[in-house]
């Protein structure tokens, strides 16, 4: 299994840019999916996270409003739309794929990730 993030970008405050993550190599739907990310000097944090078929959604607090994750079945393909970015929102941001379904905010369990697109929000 692959996982290949896209969708990044320079942008200014308050714009919006939605990330891709497309999976290849096996069918992901039946498997939680995150997204995560990582600013300079800064520690890997949790984002947002989809469940299995039926998309239970989990956020962030600081994204949580601004931020929509989904996923399109028949693509193989996950998303996140971010709106309102803020420049707190820099970072190189990750998607990862759990086949344990444990602790979802935790990288830990997350079992496979792409190599991660960069968004950086200028104020």
């Known amino acids: 299994v692959q996982l290949q993030a896209s969708g990044g970008g320079l942008v200014q405050a308050g714009d919006s840019l939605r990330l891709s993550c497309a999976a290849s190599?096996?069918?992901?739907?039946?498997?939680?999916m995150g997204w995560f990310r990582q600013a300079p000097g800064k520690e890997r944090e949790f984002v947002a996270a989809?469940?299995?078929?039926?998309?239970?959604?989990l956020y962030a607090d600081s994204v949580k409003g601004r931020f929509t994750i989904s996923r399109d079945y028949a693509r193989n393909t996950m998303y996140v739309q971010m709106n309102e970015l803020v420049p707190e929102d820099t970072a190189v941001y990750y998607c990862?794929?759990?086949?344990?379904?444990?602790?979802?905010?935790?990288?830990?369990?997350?079992?496979?990730w792409g190599q991660g697109t960069q968004v950086t929000v200028s104020s």
């Open positions: 990862a794929v759990s086949f344990r379904s444990t602790a979802v905010m935790d990288g830990l369990s997350y079992d496979i």
């Open positions: 190599g096996r069918t992901l739907s039946g498997y939680l």
């Open positions: 989809i469940g299995r078929r039926g998309g239970q959604t």
